[in-house]
Structures are given as C-alpha cells and as structure tokens.
C-alpha cells in the first residue's frame, strides 16, 4: 500500500527567509510524486510534480522540490518566503505501475509566513 | 472559464434529508473524484470513475453514491443526511494516466443541523 507522511502539522517562517515543508512517501515502485496548496476557503491547486529526470523540480510562485529516491522524500522548499505563501500544502504520490492509480495524499501542512 | 465547477457552494441541510452535489469540468478528463475534507483538514478519497470502473473507498456509508450522467459531469448524492456528514466535499478530475495531477473544484461546504 502506498503512503504519504508530511511529519509537521505546522511550519512557522519568517519572511524572506528560506522554507522547506517535508514529505516522506512509500510506493511499491517508483512514484509519481506531487505537490498541491489550498488557500483558504478554495480548493487544492496544482504547484508541482516529479514524473522521471532531474531531481530538482521547479513549480508555480516559486516553489520547488527535491526528489530524494534513497531517503524516500519530496520536500517542498522556496530560497524566499512571502506572507501570501501562508496556507495548506499537500504532498501525494502515485506508483508508476500496479497498485491504485488513484493519488494517495499526506494529511496536510500548515504554512505561516510571519511579516 | 472555469475548469472544475461545483454547485452548491454553501448546502445547509437538515438530519434525514436527501440532498445533491454537481459537478462539471471542462477540461476533457476521463477520471473524476470525489474527496472529503474534514474540520482537520484532513483529505479523504471516496469515489473515482472513469468510462471502465467505480473505484468505491470502502469505509463510504452507502448512503453515499455517485452518479454520472456523461464523461464531464460526476455527481454525489447523500441519502438520510447525519451531523457527521458536515465537511467540505470537492470534485476532482485528472486524466486516467498517472503521471498527470489532479484538478480540484471549489469545494462545498455542507452542514447538516
């Protein structure tokens, strides 16, 4: 069975500063892993995924992750954060093959950027 | 144009009512979901479909069922509303194949009194 973990239920930054949210997975496979934010009162929206290639991956508003195949992780991170970047991340995972296609998400990370 | 869109937003509801979510995209998908989010915030899948197979998350009341009456439109409907039915419920699609993301709706918000 596929998992994700994202270990902190909150991460408090300062703005400007540099910011990484964690996410472990587990996948019979290789994983199609992806990261998602919501603001409040709306919905999930897309900001990045690693399918295959360069493990460094670059998403929307600046965001990008670093696939870690021997340490099983997926960390977000931005060298800068804003206030506007305060909201829910998500991080899910999907096997390659075999296994459920449907996308199996973390419980969820609260981000806070303080002024 | 919106991609994925639901009706209601808001849905506030009695205990042992029957009551309905749309939902529509237009972005040519063939799967489309159903999720959960609690007052955690937490995300839980309850139904997928494509063309070839309902895929049920087992611990779903039947109370629960989804209809879909063409490839753009997956509906949820709710039988015998109960308080612990009140979350937030987003429809979702994405094409079959795995390596693309999902597309989420604005969400509704039900409260059952």
């Known amino acids: 069975a596929q998992s994700v973990a994202q270990p902190e239920d909150q991460v408090n930054v300062a703005e400007g500063n540099p910011l990484t949210v964690k996410c472990t997975y587990s996948?019979?496979?290789?994983?199609?892993l992806f990261w998602y934010v919501q603001y409040p009162n709306r919905g999930l929206q897309f900001l990045l995924k690693?399918?295959?290639?360069?493990?460094l991956v670059k998403g929307s508003y600046g965001f990008e992750a670093e696939f870690n195949k021997s340490q099983t992780s997926f960390h977000l991170k931005k060298p800068s954060a804003l206030v506007s970047d305060s909201a829910l991340y998500f991080c899910?995972?999907?096997?390659?093959?075999?296994?459920?296609?449907?996308?199996?998400f973390g419980r969820g990370t609260s981000l806070i950027v303080h002024p | 144009d919106t991609a994925v869109s639901q009706t209601p937003k808001y849905l506030v509801t009695q205990m042992g009512n029957d009551k309905s979510i749309k939902c529509e995209q237009n972005?040519?998908?063939?799967?489309m979901y159903w999720y959960k989010q609690d007052s955690k915030k937490f995300l839980k899948i309850m139904f997928s479909?494509?063309?070839?197979?309902?895929?049920i998350n087992e611990t779903v009341p039947n109370r629960f069922s989804p209809k879909s009456p063409d490839k753009a439109h997956l509906n949820l409907h709710i039988n015998s509303l109960e308080l612990g039915d009140s979350a937030v419920y987003f429809c979702?699609?994405?094409?079959?194949?795995?390596?693309?993301?999902?597309?989420f709706g604005p969400g509704t918000r039900l409260t059952v009194t």
């Open positions: 979702a699609s994405s094409p079959l194949r795995r390596g693309y993301e999902q597309y």
């Open positions: 996948v019979s496979g290789n994983p199609y």
């Open positions: 690693y399918i295959t290639g360069d493990n």
């Open positions: 899910a995972v999907r096997p390659t093959s075999g296994g459920s296609y449907i996308p199996t």
């Open positions: 972005l040519g998908h063939d799967t």
């Open positions: 479909y494509n063309n070839k197979e309902l895929i």
